[in-house]
């Protein structure tokens, strides 16, 4: 349920930067990240994995490390379908975070909140 508020909060920042503001879509989806993954590290600390881990500074920092990684996929894959094969911008944000949702979860689970 989070990885799903966390996509459509993604999605609908994205949109908002690229289609109401005219933010360039590398840096919309930039933009769209930093919010996404605030929401997503409260969400998935408290509700998903039921952190524990005292030191939240470092927990943190693993979060947001790790979802870098992933805004390099998705940034990557941001710029092919829109860039290259010229897919419209929210159907390609949307077909990426599919991925991206997949590889996070991995991530925080086996990386970032392991019991």
Do not use: P
């Amino acid at each position: 349920m989070y990885g799903v508020l966390t996509t459509i909060i993604g999605i609908g920042t994205f949109a908002f930067f690229a289609r109401v503001l005219n933010v360039f879509y590398i840096y919309a989806n930039i933009l769209a990240w930093t919010v996404a993954v605030i929401f997503a590290y409260y969400t998935n600390r408290k509700f998903v994995f039921h952190s524990t881990e005292k030191n939240k500074k470092k927990e943190f920092i693993r979060f947001v490390t790790s979802r870098v990684l992933t805004l390099l996929l998705d940034t990557l894959l941001m710029f092919t379908l829109i860039g290259i094969i010229g897919i419209n911008d929210i159907m390609s944000k949307t077909i990426v975070q599919i991925l991206v949702i997949i590889a996070n979860y991995v991530i925080g689970k086996f990386i970032i909140f392991k019991k």
